[in-house]
């Protein structure tokens, strides 16, 4: 269910697991034509530029969620586990990253703090009915 990810120093998809096939619809042949930011809406790629070359120029991983694009334009929800690929002379080739949609987590907890209010709010008004 993990989508794994390989990004070069340039940005550019070197590789793409099934379960990335299957997040975003792209095939791992399509994906590596492109940079990683062809599955980041416009709006958050100066943020998420930002994220990958901190990653390149530190040893250490990153966790983040966002939003990001599938190949027929549906908008989900991804958690993002980072880390730069150094080699032996301790220079960052690339970065290897892990992917989780977490769409569908993320309706449900909205729904569930949705239906907690909702239930709130229902003994607030019986605890005030009981005590007139």
Sequence with gaps: PV???EIDRRGMIVGWNPAAERIFGWSIAEAKTHRFDFIVPEPIRPEIEAIVTHLLLR???FRNTNQNLTKDGRIIDCEWFNT????????T?????LVLD???????DAEL???NEQLEAMVR???????M
Excluded: S
């Design 125 to 131: 008004e019986r605890t005030a009915a009981l005590q």
């Design 59 to 61: 040893d250490g991983g």
């Design 113 to 115: 703090r949705r239906l």
């Design 84 to 91: 730069p690929l150094v080699a032996p002379d301790g220079t």
């Design 3 to 5: 989508g794994a990810l």
């Design 102 to 108: 977490v769409t569908e987590r993320n309706r449900l």
């Design 93 to 97: 080739f690339g970065l290897a990253c």
